[in-house]
């Protein structure tokens, strides 16, 4: 299959990832040959098409609760952690993925295990990548929004560049219909959380009530699961200044600073309050020359 062939990632040579070890380009190897178990479950998306939503969604109707993982998304994520790390996982695992689809585990292609693959329109996704950018880097942040949009449309971004990757999931796609996967957008499950979430518990074959998915729905709204995820890293931050204790730490504040990081507004059309009308038209131009063979159909607004 002509995906699997496809070339490595292509992150930015001066791409930094702050820190953290393993560094995705070169997990990258171990993670492509990862050993698959059946039921494992893979969420992929590009970075702020709505990974953490999905995947805490996912969670729910797999554990037949409406309740939250009690551990983060990033806990989740292929290519931040080594295979072995999730080896006394309980199944199904339910993991998370920016890898394209040539970089997931190779076994899980081969087992048909179950892939969501979630998809947001690229304005949006630009609008939020660079908040994140932005809230990540702190003080040191010097790029401006002009400069990012310019990179974000032409330049490899973090991870490769959006229209890349959107183009080579829609090849795969379309030349692999064998492949075992659930494609949504970012758009339909704002639009209508229950008629996706249902979709996406058929596509899991779980057994689910009208109730069960309304409740899902209600706590994975933005406000929601936001505050969720702040009862997550407040249990996990006390821990952590359990082990290290230092006088100068602010949970509260490192708290904040990381809720409103990952989950920032979580809306569709937020683009139209950043895109002055000169990048509009200049993001409008590469779209389509971009995009002028593909069958995609984003929605930008509601
Ligand atoms: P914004 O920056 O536009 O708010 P990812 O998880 O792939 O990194 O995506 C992050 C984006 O999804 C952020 O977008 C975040 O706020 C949004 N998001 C997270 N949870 C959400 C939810 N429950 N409903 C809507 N959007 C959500």
């Known amino acids: 299959v002509d995906f699997i062939q496809a070339g490595d990632m292509h992150f930015p040579t001066n791409w930094s990832t702050g820190g953290i070890s393993p560094d995705p380009r070169v997990n990258v190897h171990r993670i492509k040959r990862m050993k698959a ?3 494992d479950i893979l969420i992929c998306a590009f970075p702020k098409a709505g990974t953490h939503w999905t995947w ?5 109707l797999l554990n037949e ?3 939250y993982a009690k551990k983060g998304k990033e806990t989740a994520m292929l290519e931040f952690h080594i ?17 394209e689809l040539h970089n997931i585990p190779r076994e899980m292609i081969d087992k048909k295990c179950k892939i969501i693959y979630i998809q947001r329109n690229p304005k949006d996704v630009a609008v939020s990548l660079y908040h994140f950018e932005k809230s990540f880097a702190g003080e040191d942040y010097v790029r401006s929004w ?4 310019h990179t974000f449309l032409h330049d490899v971004h973090t991870y490769n560049n959006y229209f890349t990757c959107a183009l080579s999931w829609e090849h795969a796609l379309k030349n692999n219909p064998d492949l075992n996967v659930l494609s949504l957008y970012y758009e339909d499950l704002k ?13 899991l074959n779980v057994s689910y009530t009208e109730e069960f998915i309304a409740e899902i729905a209600e706590k994975c709204s933005f406000k929601a699961m936001k505050a969720g995820d702040k009862e997550v890293r407040r249990h996990e931050l006390q821990n952590w200044a359990n082990y290290f204790p230092d006088e100068n730490f602010t949970p509260e504040e490192s708290i904040d600073r990381m809720s409103n990081t990952f989950f920032r507004k ?7 309050n950043w895109f002055t009308v000169v990048q509009d038209e200049m993001f409008d131009a590469v ?16």
């Open 65 to 67: 609760k409406a309740e």
């Open 146 to 149: 002009d400069d990012f949009v």
């Open 287 to 302: 779209y389509e020359e971009k995009m002028k063979d593909s069958k995609l159909k984003f929605r930008f607004n509601l």
């Open 191 to 203: 639009e209508d959380p229950i008629r996706e979430i249902t979709k996406i518990a058929r596509f």
């Open 37 to 39: 178990r059946e039921d």
């Open 266 to 272: 979580g809306d569709v059309g937020d683009w139209k």
């Open 83 to 99: 295979p072995d790390e999730f080896d006394d996982w309980p199944s199904p695992r339910v993991l998370n993925t920016h890898y």
């Open 56 to 60: 805490e969604i996912t969670h729910m």
